[in-house]
């Protein structure tokens, strides 16, 4: 009796004791386990200097780069505005089952309207609103979202133009710098070389001047001779 007394007290005290995470079963590959500690993360992929990523969903404890439980989409930013792919109803499902996104990935989902789209869901939950109610909602952001993400990209595209225009512009100002540093340059040469030649010209007509000095002499002469 006193040995089963003590053998209920050990038992009792082992329960009070605070269990360690990783002591908790896993089923990797599967969606049943609640209270594994899932995130959704990035996964590098891609070369150096032009990464691109993988949503995936994984534990929290495997490494970044490691094994991953599902992929839910992809994001590049390389390219502008960034690429985003996301299986929206996956990524849903992994939110309502407690996955934790990291700041990244939470930035994304948000970006899509997940993030959204899961706190309409809880409203439906809770009896706030109804489900067509949540579904209108979401259309209007929905709309609104994709109004301003083509006003971005026409800002870009209308960027990209006057970029090009000046571009072109400052080509033709270089152009034109060159061909009139090289004509002033030309110029200055002609000018040179002229100014050579001028002093040879010049001391001609000295040299024709010389015999027209020398007639008066000779016509004061004539007379004498008479």
């Not at 038992?11 to 605070?18: N, V, Y």
């Not at 109804?130 to 709309?143: G, S």
């Amino acid at each position: 009796m006193e040995a089963s007394f003590w053998v209920s007290i050990h038992l009792f005290l082992w329960l009070l004791q605070p269990k360690s995470p990783y002591l908790r079963p896993q089923f990797r590959g599967t969606n049943t386990n609640r209270d594994m500690p899932t995130r959704i993360r990035l996964q590098r992929k891609g070369k150096k200097g032009r990464p691109y990523y993988h949503l995936v969903v994984a534990d929290s404890r495997a490494p970044r780069d490691g094994k991953y439980i599902e992929r839910i989409g992809a994001y590049d930013p390389n390219q502008n505005p960034a690429f985003i792919e996301i299986n929206n109803e996956k990524a849903l499902e992994w939110l309502q089952k407690g996955a934790s996104p990291s700041d990244t990935c939470r930035a994304i989902l948000s970006y899509t309207g997940i993030v959204y789209k899961n706190h309409l869901a809880g409203g439906v939950k809770k009896g706030a609103f109804t489900q067509e109610e949540a579904d209108r909602r979401f259309d209007v952001w929905l709309n609104e979202k994709n109004a301003k993400i083509e006003a971005k990209r026409s800002n870009l595209e209308a960027g990209k133009t006057d970029a090009e225009k000046a571009r072109i512009a400052a080509e033709v100002k270089k152009s034109n710098d060159k061909a009139a540093a090289l004509s002033a340059k030309l110029a200055a040469a002609s000018a040179a070389e002229a100014a050579a030649k001028a002093p040879a010209v010049e001391e001609a007509p000295a040299e024709a001047e010389a015999p027209a000095a020398d007639a008066p002499a000779a016509e004061s002469e004539a007379p004498a001779a008479e």
